[in-house]
Structure formats: structure tokens, C-alpha cells
Antibody, heavy 121, light 107 residues
């Protein structure tokens, strides 16, 4: 069965960096676009970034452009989110998600359990 | 960027009631719209995609409709297990924006 397991969250000071990972199993990782979505405490879902199956297409939400970088290693079945210049407003649970079909323009049918990132001094 | 506006932001209805949530896009998005359910403390779950296609395993009391800018999610007979927040999401062009969510409670 499809499994997505995020890791790398924690407490970090403003301006510092963090790298999140999402280990995927139970499907052909290299065939699907993957997303990062975040949810601040008590708030709604906010889409962060998407990467196509072959890294040929990458898109970001305006609020994270230039600071967050999505990448993947298909040989390791792992999705990453490099987070630089972190701000208090980046505090959230970060979910990775698999698209229902190969293309990037498809909804998310499986979600990880999420990893909490807290940006605080 | 295309914005997604959901209404209402919350609702309270009785078991067995028909419940409708709407989602309006600021520009046309064809049928590139999904609906998700998030129960308290849980991860989101895909209910409907392509505006009206029911995801496998989702009860048939859930249905979606619409195209272009106006969409709706309907629960034909509200059940206690449907207590959750519901989100729409567009997935065309270069932004996969979510609506702000609709919290559904039992009266």
C-alpha cells in the first residue's frame, strides 16, 4: 500500500534552514508528480510546491518562492523540501502528497502524516 | 493568481439533512477542481476530482458538480462521521490553490 513518511521537522530559529524529507513506498515513485502542502496551527491548507515525476516542471506558491526548494531523488524514492531564511509564518505541519495520476496537474490522492516545523527564537 | 472562495465558512445541520458547499474561482478553471475532507486531527482525504468524479471508496452520498468558475459539493444525507472541514482545490495552471475551508458540524 502507498506510504508517505515525512521527517526533518523541528524547532528552528528565524533565518535558519531546515530540510524536510518524504520517504515513499508502495507505488512507482518515479512515475508521479509530488506536492508539499502545509497547514499552520488551527488554519486551513496551503499549497506550497509541486515537482513533476522527472523534475522537468516545478512550481511554487508565491509566498515561498526564492526561499523553499522542492526536489526529489527517484533512486531513493524520496521527496525533499529545502527551507531557507525561515520566518515565523512558515510555522506549520508540512505534508507531502502524491498526485492521483502522473501529471502535475492532478489532485493529491495520498498524504503523509505530516511533520511539524516551528520557527521561533 | 486565481483565488478560490468557499462558502459558507461553517455550517451546522441535522443528521439526514442535505448539505451543499460552494466554491467559486476568480477565473475559469474548466473542471480542474478537487474536494477534500479533513476530520479533526487527521490528514486530508480526497473525495472528488475533476469536479464531479467520486474517488474510489468514497460514499455515494457525496457528489460534486460545476465547471468554469462555480462548483459545489453536496452531501445528500449528512451523517455523524461527516463532521469535518471541507476544502476545494484548483489544480490547473501553475498554482494549486485551496479554498479557505468549510467546517461542517452536527446540530
Amino acid at each position: 500500500q502507498v506510504q508517505l513518511v515525512e521527517s526533518g521537522g523541528g524547532v528552528v530559529q528565524p533565518g535558519r534552514s531546515l530540510r524536510l524529507s518524504c520517504a515513499a513506498s508502495g507505488f512507482t515513485f518515479s512515475s508521479y508528480a509530488m506536492h508539499w502542502v502545509r497547514q499552520a496551527p488551527g488554519k486551513g491548507l496551503q499549497w506550497v510546491a509541486v515537482i513533476s515525476h522527472d523534475e522537468g516542471h516545478i512550481y511554487y506558491a508565491d509566498s515561498v518562492k526564492g526561499r523553499l526548494t522542492i526536489s526529489r531523488d527517484n533512486s531513493k524514492n524520496t521527496l525533499y523540501l529545502q527551507m531557507n531564511s525561515l520566518r515565523a509564518e512558515d510555522t506549520a505541519v508540512y505534508y507531502c502528497g502524491k498526485t492521483i495520476a502522473g501529471p502535475t496537474h492532478a489532485p493529491i490522492d495520498y498524504w503523509g502524516q505530516g511533520t511539524l516545523v516551528t520557527v521561533s527564537s | 493568481d486565481i483565488q478560490m472562495a468557499q462558502s459558507p465558512s461553517s455550517l451546522s445541520a441535522s443528521v439526514g439533512d442535505r448539505v451543499t458547499i460552494t466554491c467559486r474561482a476568480s477565473q475559469g478553471i474548466s473542471n480542474y477542481l478537487a474536494w477534500y475532507q479533513q476530520k479533526p486531527g487527521k490528514v486530508p482525504k480526497l473525495l472528488i476530482y475533476a469536479a464531479s468524479t467520486l474517488q474510489s471508496g468514497v460514499p455515494s452520498r457525496f457528489s460534486g458538480s460545476g465547471s468554469g468558475t462555480d462548483f459545489s459539493l453536496t452531501i445528500s444525507s449528512l451523517q455523524p462521521e461527516d463532521v469535518a472541514t471541507y476544502y476545494c482545490q484548483k489544480y490547473n495552471s501553475a498554482s494549486w490553490t485551496f479554498g479557505q475551508g468549510t467546517k461542517v458540524e452536527i446540530k
